[in-house]
């Protein structure tokens, strides 16, 4: 592997390109990112409106027809397509999980690394704030919140991002801590350069892998949530397709209809184990302590 | 001024400090979100009709929920009631709120542990067997199995689970009203079962993690060499010298773990009429009973920092390094 390592721990130099051609390199990578090429063709036609119908389309000569040629995944009690529905609600999943992670990412990475490179009242006050995000069950949090706010995919990022950002503010702190006293990171503001512009220029690149991880697991995380939230009626507002609420709307007929609980759930596996298993081979690649023979 | 400096540098009693510095922002967090909700407790008590109130009958009902008074002062009485046992009643039913939390509050704590018990069950066997021979088959087999506990939804595995019991068995024992452990142990052993076994299979995996992650760390530690060298027995090895130090990280986990389901059963309560406290905040959100969910989301997070400072009790006793410092 490129990066060679320090006593601490560190990657002595920056693993950006390495990692992750050396995850993707991992059968664990692999796979992860073929299910995610899938997960994103299928977003992308529900972006875009290509898909075979329109997800919303009523036509009650055709509800609760099974899986064939004509509807590859069947077709709810509305006789709406399933798979275009899939196809849309999987754009709304990607969509609040990028803007989620997005916002939480940015924020919580900031706040943790200034945090931690300054340390003092800045990191006790910052601890404390975490700790009161913390004390709520993720789920809880973000359920109040987005009750709370009008009910929109907006919201319900805003929400979602609200949960991990303290999550984000702890994973960017750690690092930091141990990079402050590195001896570039010494040298450089040593020979003039200005703390935060040493902290950028020197501290915050040698993090990218671990963030790349913890970015990877929250897109994940944030896809679970999302999709329970619909499932409680607290998401995504019908008649937009949200993953979660199809499943919620299969339950009483499954029975008669198991493609409408079938598909988007597995849609919601496939999404998830995907950037579960890129996360997991990212990881591996990083840590050469998590035993990273697989 | 010598004892309370050593006092300060007891890292014990920081963390106590620190849990009670958390439970006043999760407070004021709690409080304030009440504020930024849309209407005030007279919109919420008379809904529609408050609008058909005059100036002064407004500001006399102003005068009576104490809403007239500064943020600050109304913060604080409303932490002097909460502290003092009054958590506020539900508008519609007219219930107490504390009533109704000590009635739920049993209920989920019942799951969570019968949920914590299905996760160690699965997941510590299943990271010591992991853990037995790391890269084989075994190993990636299990790891590939935590892999999807983590990634299925509990909700759509429960959704799955109970509608097929229901349609091929007629087997739906949440389908009848909820019976509490002590009124019919049979019928709510069987309505806890698949919940339990939803919400454990999930935790399972950090569980199953935490395990085999802390037995590889600890094989190579060297204070097992110098056991094996001086000739201690393998099996002996295993249990009194990895094993024992191997599950404290798992109690850390458990509890963590414990705290979470508090509030984190809601979905899984939701799909089977399970009354516990995750419900109670549900319901409470859909029938716009703000005193109802503020309440019970400040009772859970209280809970959740106190189950983990407890957490933090015990791994102090069961690990003799923290002990020592």
């Known amino acids: ?294 | 001024m010598t004892a309370l400096l050593s006092l300060w540098r007891n890292s014990f009693v920081r963390r106590v400090l620190e849990a009670v510095l958390t439970l006043v922002g999760v407070s004021v967090l709690t409080f304030a979100v009440l504020r930024v909700l849309p209407g005030d407790q007279i919109t919420a008590s008379y809904g529609i009709e408050a609008g058909a109130l005059s100036p002064d009958q407004l500001a006399s009902l102003r005068a009576y929920y104490g809403i007239d008074k500064p943020l600050v002062a109304q913060y604080f009485s409303w932490l002097g009631g909460v502290l003092t046992g009054n958590l506020g009643v539900a508008t519609q039913s007219q219930q107490d709120v504390l009533d109704m939390t000590l009635r739920a509050l049993p209920i989920t704590l019942q799951l969570a542990v019968l949920s914590i018990l299905v996760a160690l069950a699965l997941g510590v066997p299943g990271g010591l067997l992991a853990a037995s021979r790391a890269g084989a088959l075994r190993d990636n087999g299990s790891q590939l199995v935590s892999l999807l506990a983590l990634s299925v939804p509990t909700f759509l595995v429960a959704t799955a689970l109970s509608s097929w019991l229901a349609n091929r068995f007629g087997y739906n024992p949440n389908g009848e009203e909820f019976a509490t452990l002590l009124r019919d142990p049979a019928l709510n052993l069987q309505q806890m079962a698949l919940p339990a076994l939803t919400l454990g299979v999930s935790i399972a995996a950090p569980v199953f993690q935490t395990t085999r992650a802390s037995v590889l760390a600890i094989r190579d530690e060297d204070y097992i060499r110098t056991a094996r060298a001086k000739g201690v027995p393998p099996r002996r090895l295993q249990g009194r010298h990895v094993l024992r130090n191997a599950l404290i990280p798992v109690v850390t986990i458990s509890g963590l773990q414990f705290g979470f389901l508090l509030g984190g059963a809601v979905v899984i309560e939701q799909i089977f009429s399970i009354p516990g406290i995750g419900r109670q905040v549900l319901l409470g959100m859909t029938q716009k009973e703000y005193a109802v969910v503020q309440s019970t989301v400040l009772v859970i997070a209280v809970l959740f920092v106190l189950v983990n400072l407890l957490t933090d009790v015990v791994y102090r006793l069961v690990d003799p390094q923290a002990r020592a410092q």
Request: glycine share 10%; with cysteine; aromatic share 8%.
């Open chain 1, 1 to 294: 592997m490129s990066a060679t390592t320090t006593a601490a721990g560190v990657p002595a130099r920056a693993p950006r390109g390495g990692a992750l051609r050396a995850a993707l390199l991992r059968p664990a990578g692999v796979v992860g990112l073929l299910l995610g090429l899938v997960v994103l063709v299928l977003a992308v036609m529900g972006t875009f409106g290509l898909t075979p119908y329109d997800p919303a389309k009523q036509d009650v000569t055709q509800s609760l027809v099974g899986p064939s040629g004509q509807h590859w995944f069947g077709t709810d009690q509305f006789g709406r397509d399933v798979f275009s529905r899939v196809c849309s609600g999987l754009a709304n999943s990607l969509r609040i999980a990028v803007v989620s992670v997005g916002i939480s990412g940015v924020l919580g990475i900031l706040i943790g690394v200034l945090a931690g490179y300054y340390g003092g009242w800045v990191d006790r006050v910052v601890g404390v704030l975490t700790n009161v995000l913390f004390a709520f069950p993720s789920l809880l949090l973000a359920l109040a919140l987005a009750a709370t706010l009008d009910r929109s995919w907006v919201t319900v990022s805003i929400a979602i991002a609200t949960v991990y950002l303290p999550i984000f503010a702890r994973v960017a702190r750690a690092p930091v801590l141990r990079l402050r006293h590195v001896d570039y990171v010494t040298a450089s503001t040593a020979i003039g350069r200005p703390r935060l512009s040493t902290l950028f220029a020197h501290v915050v690149p040698n993090m990218w892998g671990i963030l790349l991880v913890q970015v990877t697991l929250s897109l994940s995380w944030s896809i679970l949530t999302e999709a329970a939230l619909s499932f409680l009626g607290f998401g995504t507002p019908p008649p937009a397709a949200s993953l979660g609420g199809m499943v919620y709307d299969a339950q009483t007929i499954s029975a008669v209809a198991p493609w409408m609980l079938a598909f988007p759930g597995l849609a919601i596996v496939v999404f998830v184990v995907g950037l579960n298993l890129l996360g997991d081979a990212l990881r591996s690649t990083l840590d050469p302590r998590s035993g990273g023979r697989r």
